[in-house]
């Protein structure tokens, strides 16, 4: 089993920066894909960005491009979502999942692995 555990989220003003972390833990760290998703309330979850094992690739949602990076850490077991330039849109939970087929471009259905998620408010 593979835990994820999302840190980082909280209130900021428009225009301003979070940077979000998801820790895993549990069984071995595999050659995962890991994403970032986000819900807002009354919304469905919506991919926002994801990177392969190697950090090699990533695929971004349109709504984040140019604003956010997602990146990785494979020692520390840690991804991480850079935010720069927050919208109150951007106001939601925000999960960390994992693909275990280390690919990027999956529906929903397809990540085997979700953290908690952490709240991420932008006030305008």
């Known amino acids: 089993q593979v835990q994820l555990k999302e840190s980082g989220g909280g209130l900021v003003q428009t225009g301003g920066s979070l940077r979000l972390s998801c820790a895993a833990s549990?069984?071995?760290?595999?050659?995962?894909?890991m994403a970032w998703f986000r819900q807002a309330p009354g919304k469905e979850r919506d991919f926002v960005a994801s990177i392969t094992w190697s950090g090699g690739a990533t695929y971004y949602a349109d709504s984040a491009k140019g604003r956010f990076t997602i990146s990785r850490d494979n020692a520390k077991k840690t991804v991480y979502l850079q935010m720069n330039s927050l919208k109150p849109d951007d106001t939601a939970v925000y999960y960390c999942?994992?693909?275990?087929?280390?690919?990027?471009?999956?529906?929903?259905?397809?990540?085997?692995?979700w953290g908690q998620g952490t709240q991420v408010t932008v006030s305008s």
């Open positions: 999942a994992v693909n275990e087929a280390n690919r990027l471009m999956v529906p929903r259905e397809d990540y085997n692995y």
């Open positions: 549990g069984r071995t760290f595999g050659r995962w894909a």
